[in-house]
Structures are given as C-alpha cells and as structure tokens.
C-alpha cells in the first residue's frame, strides 16, 4: 500500500521559500514517478515537478523552471520540493502523487497527471504581497 504524507506548506511573502516534504511508504515495485501537483483556479490539476525514483531524472513545467527544484533523499524515502521566488499565482494546495510501480523511464503524461495512482492529502502553500 502506498502512502504519501506532505508537509511543509505555509504563507510567504513574494520572493520568499518554502520546501514541501512528501515522506513516501510502500514503493517497493521497482521505479515510479513521483510529482508534485496543483489545481490553479479555472484550470485542470497540472503537474509542477516530478521525478523518477530509479533514474532521478527531473521534470519541471514551464511556470516554475529555474524557481523549483524537486529531490529525493533515498535515506528517509522522502521527495522534496524546494520553491524560491514564490510568486502570488502560486499559491494554491499542493498535491505528492505517485505513479504505478516500474515506471523505468521518465514520468508519463506530466504535467498531466493520468499517469498517477496514489495522492497525499496536500498542504496549502499562500503566497502574500
């Protein structure tokens, strides 16, 4: 069974960081995809960053290339996302999500987020000006 817990969301003034934490349980099954998602106001649930477990390759769309930067620490089974010079259209609940097992290459579909078969609660990031 997997579980993904996030943390780490909070308010923030623009320009400012936070780092969102997704503790992951029960990835066993070879490589998987693991994002992080949002649903912005009017618009379909998209993908910000993802990775690979098995390659640690990293996908970024376009809105947050060069300001996030997703990691994953294999000692503690835990996905971060560091997000420096947050903006006010970031705000917005952010979901950990992960694929099905042996995902060898890539993350099908991001930012789309079909490919995803398990999702944490969300943590609530507020950008403030």
């Known amino acids: 069974q997997v579980q993904l817990v996030e943390s780490g969301g909070g308010s923030v003034q623009t320009g400012g960081s936070l780092r969102l934490a997704c503790a992951t349980s029960?990835?066993?099954?070879?490589?998987?995809?693991v994002g992080w998602f949002h649903q912005p106001p009017g618009k379909e649930r998209e993908g910000v960053a993802a990775i690979n477990t098995g390659t640690l390759s990293t996908y970024y769309s376009d809105s947050v290339k060069g300001r996030f930067t997703i990691s994953r620490d294999n000692r503690n089974n835990t996905v971060y996302l560091q997000m420096n010079n947050l903006k006010l259209e970031d705000s917005d609940m952010y979901y950990c999500?992960?694929?099905?097992?042996?995902?060898?290459?890539?993350?099908?579909?991001?930012?789309?987020?079909?490919?995803?078969?398990?999702w944490g609660n969300g943590v609530l990031v507020t950008v403030s000006s």
């Open positions: 029960g990835l066993t099954r070879g490589n998987y995809c």
């Open positions: 999500a992960s694929s099905a097992p042996r995902v060898y290459v890539g993350c099908p579909g991001f930012p789309n987020d079909s490919a995803m078969r398990s």
